[in-house]
Nanobody
């Protein structure tokens, strides 16, 4: 069955770093644009970053600019979110997703992984 499996979430102190991974099983990510979303308690889910099939980056959250980086490794069928200089307001459940296009609807969702930034 088609799945996206996330890992790397956890508890980190403000100013720290975390690297999230999202691995596909049952299908190849080569043909998809790949996105990271997040949802804080009581808030709507928001897009963070998306990387196209060709490697073009779209940023949806100004608050993460210069701190978060999205990347993909098609050979490993995996994509990543590198998060640096983390702030308490980054605390959320983070979801990976596969799209046909970054501007289009999500085709497949990961299960979500909790990121908590606290001292």
């Amino acid at each position: 069955q088609l799945q996206l499996v996330e890992s790397g979430g956890g508890l980190v102190q403000p100013g720290g770093s975390l690297r999230l991974s999202c691995a596909a099983s049952g299908f190849t990510l080569d043909y998809y644009s790949l996105g990271w979303f997040r949802q804080a308690p009581g808030k709507e889910r928001e897009g963070v970053l998306c990387i196209s099939r060709s490697g073009s980056i779209t940023n949806y959250a100004d608050s993460v600019k210069g701190r978060f980086t999205i990347s993909r490794d098609n050979a490993k069928n995996t994509m990543y979110l590198q998060m640096n200089s983390l702030k308490p307001e980054d605390t959320a459940v983070y979801y990976c997703a596969a799209h046909s296009f970054c501007s289009g609807p999500v085709r497949y969702w990961g299960q979500g992984t909790q990121v908590t930034v606290s001292s």
